[in-house]
């Protein structure tokens, strides 16, 4: 049986990854700076602050997944703030290299989440793939750091897939359960424009995505893990109208309001990019959602 450690295992993806992994038959473990509330999987503790992980999290482990990441909307980019979403991907990464390096262990692949913002937070009419260079705002910086301290491990000899996720659609928590409130309420409206693209991808087929890294022994470097269906943020917010049975007629909420209340997250919702999902394709990957009306009627079950 092999054995997966997951950093960041407690998040709304290693909710669902976690069982998943264990219903194939893996032995899952989690790093966690607190014991897990659940006795389902063993958690290892550790503290990226002071260095420390717990003896045999590392040890054990035939692959790693790196989930860990404070979340990016959670509270204003202020620059104490944009430092701590850095370091909680960046720092705990090159933590997990360190101990790995120093005890030696034959790690058989380290799978790191990334995001599409990687490709920056400025709305392009062209089809962005892998291949693609970074863009110049915070959250490109925030990915391609992420992904730099990922590649330490390639570089080392051990398989490395950067899974760059989409906006994630799941029935509790994310973004889905913020977007439905005003759509429920009957005054879904597009965000600014509504022109910016929307990269999503149902938590189910990510999952997915993650247990092929794991099973594929040639699946190496960048993938985008977004749903083939591209959709603007008016088409999305009139989809997930429809779904819900409610009406889509108000106005489009103007840019400045959001960015009042935001401030500079705002970018996350009033830019997006038009995102391929040919590679992870291109790999055999078949998408049990391809298309968001099928994928948001599956959520609101």
Known sequence: MARILISGGTGLIGKHLCPELKNRGYDVTLLSR????SNEFRTFRW???KGEIEEGAIESADYIIHLAGTNLGEKRWTPKQKQIIVDSRVKTAN???KKLTEINHPLKAFISSSAVGYYGSVSAEIELEEANPPGKDFLAEVCLKWEEAADQFQKKGIRTVKIRSGVVLSRT???LAQMKVPVRSGIGSPLGTGRQYV????????CSVYIKAVEDNQMTGAFNAVAPDYKTNAEFMHTL?????KPFWFPRIPSFMLELILGERASLVLE?????ARKILHEGFEFKYPDLETALRNLML
Request: net charge negative; no cysteine.
């Open 199 to 206: 990269p999503w991808i149902h938590v189910d087929d990510l």
């Open 241 to 245: 109208a429809h779904v819900l049975k």
């Open 95 to 97: 933590l997990i290299f």
């Open 34 to 37: 607190k014991n897990s509330e």
């Open 173 to 175: 928590g994310g973004v």
């Open 272 to 276: 997006g990019n038009w995102i391929s």
């Open 47 to 49: 503290n990226p602050e």
